[in-house]
């Protein structure tokens, strides 16, 4: 009978211990399973953190390039006159990218404007620092709604239409003028960097609000 029980007694703690034993792996194995998973998600965080600075850096590398790179086809044009006057004012290009203006600009915190402005409140707003995007009836829908999206999203620029002007489609900045091809030229994106709020503003940081509108 003693041995009986004692036997059982042995075969319970051995299954007890055989319990306890394979509790212990399943506990090693899952800690293995957290730790690796979290090493994992480390290692994906750590890589996507690297991803975004090295993309931060490549940007800020491009914007720094379209900054110092000149604009090909661009005409530039210096001394420029900046006295207010309330008359007409013939300007020797076209659209003006600069000269005597009227003392009020025109809104330039992202305005487009269907129908053509003054061109002397559109010079004061040159000064400030805008990229002024002009259009004549030749130009396409399709590269005028592109181009209207990019003024809408861009603080201090604006567009209108300019009937007379050579070409279809040209950017303006105090002094600086480019004819584009279409809304998909690269130098659309660099005049834009370049210019708006640019080296060139005469009055950095002066209101494109607070002015006239259409």
Request: some cysteine; overall charge positive; proline content about 6%.
């Amino acid at each position: 009978m003693a041995n009986a029980k004692q036997q059982n007694s042995a075969a319970r703690r051995a299954k007890l211990e055989e319990a306890r034993r394979k509790e212990r792996a399943r506990e090693r194995r899952n800690r293995i399973i957290t730790i690796t998973a979290s090493v994992a998600v480390v290692g994906a965080l750590a890589a996507g953190a690297a991803y975004l600075m090295s993309a931060a850096d490549d940007k800020d590398k491009a914007g720094a390039q379209a900054k110092s790179s000149p604009v090909t086809g661009e005409r530039t044009w210096d001394k420029l006159t900046q006295n207010h006057v309330e008359k007409k004012v013939d300007y020797p290009m076209n659209p003006p990218v600069g000269g005597d203006h009227n003392p009020v600009w025109m809104n330039c915190d992202a305005d487009v404007y269907s129908k053509a402005i003054p061109k002397e409140n559109a010079v004061h707003s040159l000064e400030h620092g805008a990229v002024w995007v002009t259009y004549s009836s030749k130009a396409k829908k399709a590269d005028l709604d592109k181009l209207r999206e990019r003024v809408e999203s861009t603080p201090y620029s604006l567009m209108s239409p300019v009937e007379d002007q050579a070409e279809p489609l040209m950017l303006s900045a105090w002094g600086k003028q480019v004819t584009v091809k279409d809304s998909a030229d690269s130098r659309v994106e660099q005049f834009f960097t370049k210019y708006v709020q640019g080296p060139q503003t005469p009055e950095p940081g002066a209101a494109c609000t607070g002015g006239i509108a259409q």
